[in-house]
C-alpha cells in the first residue's frame, strides 16, 4: 500500500503561481497529477516517470511543470500564469507493481 500527502493547494489570482507537493510512503514507477473540477471528469494533468520522462495535457503544457525527487519520494506540480479554468481539487496518483493510489486531493482556486 502507498500512502500520499498533498500540500501547497489555495487561493491565488489569475496569471499567479501555486506549487504542489506530494510526498508518497515509498517509491513509486510513475507519479502524477490530476484535477477534478465540479461536474466533470477527473483528468490527468501531468505524470512523470522514475527516468524523469514527463507528459503534460494540452491545456496545461507550456505553463505547468511536473518534477520528483526520488531520494524523497516526492512529486511537485509547478504551476504558473494560472487560469480560473484552472480551479479544481488536484490529486496526487501513485502507480507501480503495487497498484493505483490516490491523495486525498488539495483544492486549487484561481480567482480575482
Known amino acids: 500500500q502507498v500512502q500520499l500527502v498533498e500540500s501547497g493547494g489555495g487561493l491565488v489570482q489569475p496569471g499567479g503561481s501555486l506549487r504542489l507537493s506530494c510526498v508518497a510512503s515509498?517509491?513509486?514507477?510513475?507519479m502524477g497529477w490530476y484535477r477534478q473540477a465540479g461536474g466533470k471528469q477527473r483528468e490527468l494533468v501531468a505524470s512523470?516517470?522514475?527516468?524523469?520522462?514527463?507528459n503534460y495535457a494540452d491545456s496545461v503544457r507550456g505553463r505547468f511543470t511536473i518534477s520528483r525527487d526520488n531520494a524523497k519520494n516526492t512529486v511537485y506540480l509547478q504551476m504558473n500564469s494560472l487560469k480560473p479554468e484552472d480551479t479544481a481539487v488536484y490529486y496526487c496518483?501513485?502507480?507501480?507493481?503495487?497498484?493505483?493510489?490516490w491523495g486525498q486531493g488539495t483544492q486549487v482556486s484561481v480567482s480575482s
Open positions: 496518483n501513485s502507480r507501480s507493481w503495487l497498484g493505483d493510489y
Open positions: 515509498r517509491s513509486s514507477a510513475i
Open positions: 512523470i516517470t522514475s527516468d524523469g520522462y514527463t
